[in-house]
């Protein structure tokens, strides 16, 4: 069982950056990584990146060249770095385990609360 507490969201203007923490305590046997979803309203959710335990990334081509994901496994923390957002980055982001496969990435375990993002003039 995987406890996930997102923090870090709030209110940005386009263009502005924030980062988000996931902090996780206990682990998953299946899984081989993290990953970051989004939700926006009326909105199906979509990963935004995942973060391997080898340390190997990859992003949703939306994000790509703007976000960065990383981890701190001293402190079992996984980060996203969001930049130069968009208005179309509004959405609620939550952490989870996952596994990725060549085939495409599961996630694994109960969802957090999330943490949401708003991007707006």
């Known amino acids: 069982q995987v406890r996930l507490r997102e923090s870090g969201g709030g209110l940005v203007q386009p263009g502005g950056s924030l980062r988000l923490s996931c902090a996780a305590s206990?682990?998953?046997?299946?899984?081989?990584?993290m990953g970051w979803y989004r939700q926006a309203p009326g909105k199906q959710r979509e990963l935004v990146a995942t973060i391997t335990h080898a340390g190997s990334t990859n992003y949703a081509d939306s994000v790509k060249g703007r976000f960065a994901i990383s981890r701190d496994n001293a402190k079992n923390t996984v980060y996203l770095q969001m930049n130069s957002l968009k208005p179309e980055d509004t959405a609620a982001y939550y952490c989870?385990?996952?596994?990725?496969?060549?085939?495409?990435?599961?996630?694994?375990?109960?969802w957090g609360q999330g943490t949401q993002v708003t991007v707006s003039s």
């Open positions: 989870i385990a996952v596994l990725v496969q060549t085939i495409g990435v599961v996630p694994l375990g109960s």
């Open positions: 206990g682990s998953i046997f299946s899984a081989n990584g």
